[in-house]
């Protein structure tokens, strides 16, 4: 988890969104390819090792630019807990401008 925050905060916080975003392989393929190259919007991705498909793991971590593909030595929960546990904190929630893509952080 410090790893995490250590990453986020440095993130430039310049007037942009930064979505942070946990994956089991599909949503965080299709909010990679929505945002792809947007000014402004820099996306996150949380994905677990060895648990998402060859061509998911491509999908994800191939675009580049404004996506970052964060590959997390656990589970699908295990990102999500992080996701919710950076919203939690806020000072980051703040600096960094935080939203999500994910259907559901409760």
Known sequence: MVS????LKRCNTDNSINILVATS???GSAVAQGF??????????LYPSKKV????????????NNITALEIDGT????????KEAFLDD???QKLNLTSA?????
């Open 25 to 27: 392989g599909d949503t």
């Open 4 to 7: 995490l925050m250590y990453y």
């Open 53 to 64: 498909s060859e061509i998911q793991e491509q999908q994800l971590t191939t675009l580049g």
């Open 76 to 83: 699908f929960d295990d990102c999500q807990r992080m996701v």
């Open 36 to 45: 792809f190259n947007m000014d402004n919007i820099k996306i996150t991705i």
């Open 91 to 93: 000072e980051l929630y």
């Open 102 to 106: 994910n259907s559901r952080l409760a």
